[in-house]
């Protein structure tokens, strides 16, 4: 049941980014003139839809993405011929054209800055640790961190070029610059600053999360909170209730979830000694974790129960304030998005960091029991993507299409078709390659069994 109300909720999601990419081309293109169609969601057979004034608007099989049809547009299939009607697509001017193929990726930015800004102005939330000093909850075993001498309770003053950051900066540092090389650090222990280098070379499967780094941020002062325990789960059964606050672990203080759960993995699932408060009170608890699939494939060593969130500061933004915060976001993770693709070409991001319909579908799944607004921030992450993505100058995307329209104009004359058709099948072929690569670097990061 959890694995198919992920489903639905990837659908839903990925839907509404499509829906509204789609309608961008599709606006555009009435508003010039060109007669579409069809106006699909999904690929594949058709499911179900309208028709209407010559538009078939369908809902089909595959919830992968979506397209507008539009007459005489060619998109790489050889059965597309034109009459040169006035209303097909190759009538219409080139600049009428880019505009119709811009329009999808400005509609997902419209909808991206649309969804910050509705966050900013009823929910604009921080988590307190993120701009505050980079203090180390814990460092797990056998990570580059751990191999660079960083320790729990140590801070970091300087990372790659970055001094005094946040953990907000370094977890962006971490997203941009990783590679075959080491990223140079500097933290404090014990009151002395110690220089040294995150090898992210030895992380297994180029999974580059933080905790994968060891850098574990404390997110909390005090211990962790547990708001809900799960029934039959190994907290249930080692005494624990509604209400209690996990203090430490063995010898280990515990202020995250992360901390937790690296400290059992380290562990083994080992049993382990639990001191509890609740009320002010104290006491001491025995477990036994438990080797446990989250519902989606991927398993961990787990304790059962639903932690308290940790410190936000909450607020909400007047209206003109909210724009110009969602407007600071979106700019903000345009560079970001910006840094890994250029990261990607030059090999300071590895391509096992990107994430296909699976990836996308997990980070649905936990967005939705963060909550609604978490939704709503990834769905904005998603959309202003899609645009990026869409804007790449490679055939069969948008700015493939662009590319080929600023090529012919500068021509003054059309590309010739037979090469067209050659360019559009190797693209194709690369397209379809590299979304099997993504699909099965997603799967190759969920693990189905102990290691």
């Known amino acids: 049941m959890h694995i198919l109300s992920v489903i639905v909720e990837f659908a839903i999601v990925l839907g509404i980014m499509v829906l509204v990419h789609e309608f961008g081309h599709f606006a555009v293109a009435k508003l010039c003139g060109v007669r579409v169609e069809a106006f699909s969601i999904g690929?594949?057979?058709?499911?179900?839809?309208?028709?209407?004034?010559?538009?078939?608007?369908?809902?089909?099989?595959?919830?992968?993405?979506?397209?507008?049809?539009?007459?005489?547009?060619?998109?790489?299939?050889?059965?597309?011929?034109?009459?040169?009607?006035p209303d097909e697509f190759t009538s219409k001017t080139r600049w009428q054209r880019i505009l119709i193929a811009l329009a999808g990726p400005f509609a997902n930015f419209v909808l991206s800055f649309f969804l910050l800004a509705m966050v900013a102005h009823y929910h604009h939330e921080t988590d307190q640790y993120l701009n505050g000093p980079a203090v180390v909850d814990y460092v797990p075993?056998?990570?580059?961190?751990?191999?660079?001498?960083?320790?729990?309770?140590?801070?970091?003053?300087?990372?790659?070029?970055?001094?005094?950051?946040?953990?907000?900066?370094?977890?962006?540092?971490?997203?941009?610059?990783?590679?075959?090389?080491?990223?140079?650090?500097?933290?404090?222990?014990?009151?002395?600053?110690?220089?040294?280098?995150?090898?992210?070379?030895?992380?297994?499967?180029?999974?580059?999360?933080?905790?994968?780094?060891?850098?574990?941020?404390?997110?909390?002062?005090?211990?962790?909170?547990?708001?809900?325990?799960?029934?039959?789960?190994?907290?249930?059964?080692?005494?624990?209730?509604?209400?209690?606050?996990?203090?430490?672990?063995?010898?280990?203080?515990?202020?995250?979830?992360?901390?937790?759960?690296?400290y059992l993995k380290d562990r083994n699932g080992a049993p382990a000694t639990l001191l509890v408060v609740h009320k002010g009170q104290t006491r001491t608890v025995q477990l036994q974790p438990e080797w446990r699939d989250n519902g989606i494939g991927s398993m961990s060593f787990q304790v059962g129960f639903k932690p308290l969130p940790v410190p936000t500061d909450v607020e909400q933004l007047p209206l003109g304030s909210s724009l110009k915060q969602s407007l600071i976001d979106n700019g903000k993770d345009s560079t970001l998005i910006l840094r890994v693709l250029k990261g990607l070409f030059t090999r300071h991001v590895s391509v096992k960091q990107m994430s296909g319909p699976v990836g996308i579908a997990q980070q649905i799944d936990i967005a939705t029991q963060m909550g609604p607004w978490s939704v709503v921030q990834l769905m904005s992450a998603i959309s202003l993507n899609l645009g990026i993505m869409n804007l790449l100058p490679f055939p069969i995307l948008d700015g493939g299409m662009i590319l080929f329209l600023i090529i012919e104009s500068i021509m003054r004359r059309d590309v010739d078709m037979a090469i067209k058709e050659r360019v559009y099948q190797v693209a194709f072929v690369c397209i379809i390659l590299f979304a099997c690569f993504v699909m099965f670097n997603d799967i190759t990061k969920l693990h189905f069994g102990k290691p």
Request: with cysteine.
């Open 43 to 85: 690929f594949g057979p058709r499911l179900f839809g309208v028709r209407h004034n010559g538009t078939d608007y369908k809902v089909c099989l595959l919830p992968l993405g979506g397209y507008v049809k539009m007459a005489g547009e060619y998109n790489g299939d050889p059965n597309v011929t034109t009459t040169g009607a």
């Open 141 to 262: 075993l056998n990570t580059p961190a751990a191999h660079s001498g960083l320790t729990t309770g140590d801070t970091i003053v300087g990372f790659n070029n970055v001094s005094n950051p946040t953990w907000e900066q370094i977890l962006e540092e971490v997203e941009v610059n990783l590679s075959n090389h080491a990223i140079p650090f500097k933290f404090l222990h014990n009151g002395s600053t110690v220089s040294a280098s995150l090898d992210v070379a030895s992380v297994n499967n180029g999974d580059f999360s933080p905790d994968k780094l060891g850098l574990i941020p404390r997110m909390q002062v005090g211990p962790l909170g547990m708001q809900h325990i799960s029934a039959g789960s190994p907290a249930e059964r080692a005494g624990l209730v509604d209400g209690d606050a996990l203090a430490r672990v063995d010898s280990v203080e515990i202020h995250s979830v992360q901390t937790l759960l690296a």
